[in-house]
């Protein structure tokens, strides 16, 4: 069993940056594959990246390309969302979730393992 704990959300001006962070507590993180999804009230959840175990290569979603990248300290357990050039669009709960099964899906249903989820709010 896996728990996961994001920290890093708050209200944040349009334009601004947040940087998110998603601890684990196994002690065996480096074997986990971990994603980002995000939840606006009556959406449902959605795909925003992820960061493979070793060597740690990140995939990002379209709609943030650009502007949030993800990266990984194994020896921290911790998962990093930065997000830069925020916009009222990207006000959403943040949740990070992880897998050990190799082939990864954007689909939130194919994680296994979930945070509580994070407030972002960017005011206009």
């Known amino acids: 069993q896996v728990q996961l704990v994001e920290s890093g959300g708050e209200l944040v001006q349009a334009g601004g940056s947040l940087r998110l962070s998603c601890v684990a507590s196994?002690?065996?993180?480096?074997?986990?594959?971990v994603a980002w999804f995000r939840q606006a009230p009556g959406k449902e959840r959605e795909f925003v990246g992820w960061i493979t175990r070793n060597p740690g290569n990140p995939l990002i979603a379209d709609s943030v390309a650009g502007r949030f990248t993800i990266s990984r300290d194994n020896a921290k357990n911790t998962v990093y969302l930065q997000m830069n050039n925020l916009n009222p669009e990207d006000t959403a709960v943040y949740y990070c979730?992880?897998?050990?099964?190799?082939?990864?899906?954007?689909?939130?249903?194919?994680?296994?393992?979930w945070g509580q989820g994070t407030q972002v709010t960017v005011s206009s």
């Open positions: 979730a992880a897998t050990q099964i190799e082939f990864l899906s954007t689909n939130s249903a194919d994680w296994h393992y």
């Open positions: 196994t002690l065996t993180f480096r074997v986990y594959n």
